[in-house]
């Protein structure tokens, strides 16, 4: 079992920048990668980035070159550092880890960007 929670989601204006938070707990010495997805209002969730238990990332298309996730081992901790921020960028975002074939995830937090 893994427990994440998610934080520094708020609102922001077009062109600014957020940095999420997500720390794990539980059977973390399991996970085998650790991503962020997000979900707008009317749509399905989508993948935003992933980072590996050896440090590679993915990026979804539409996010690479603004967004950046990075972890960091010692503090159970995974980031999201979001720049650019655009409107349709609106949407809950969600921590997730991976154990195997399972899926863990936090209750995401909301972030809105104004034009």
């Known amino acids: 079992q893994v427990q994440l929670v998610e934080s520094g989601g708020g609102l922001v204006q077009a062109g600014g920048s957020l940095r999420l938070s997500c720390a794990a707990s539980g059977s973390i010495f399991s996970i085998n990668s650790m991503g962020w997805h997000r979900q707008a209002p009317g749509k399905q969730r989508e993948l935003v980035a992933t980072?590996?238990?050896?440090?590679?990332?993915y990026y979804a298309l539409s996010m690479k070159g603004r967004f950046t996730i990075s972890r960091d081992n010692a503090k159970n901790m995974v980031y999201l550092q979001m720049n650019s921020l655009k409107p349709e960028d609106t949407a809950v975002y969600y921590c997730?880890?991976?154990?195997?074939?399972?899926?863990?995830w936090g209750q995401g937090t909301q972030v809105t960007v104004s034009s």
């Open positions: 997730a880890a991976r154990i195997g074939v399972r899926d863990y």
């Open positions: 980072v590996y238990s050896g440090g590679s990332t």
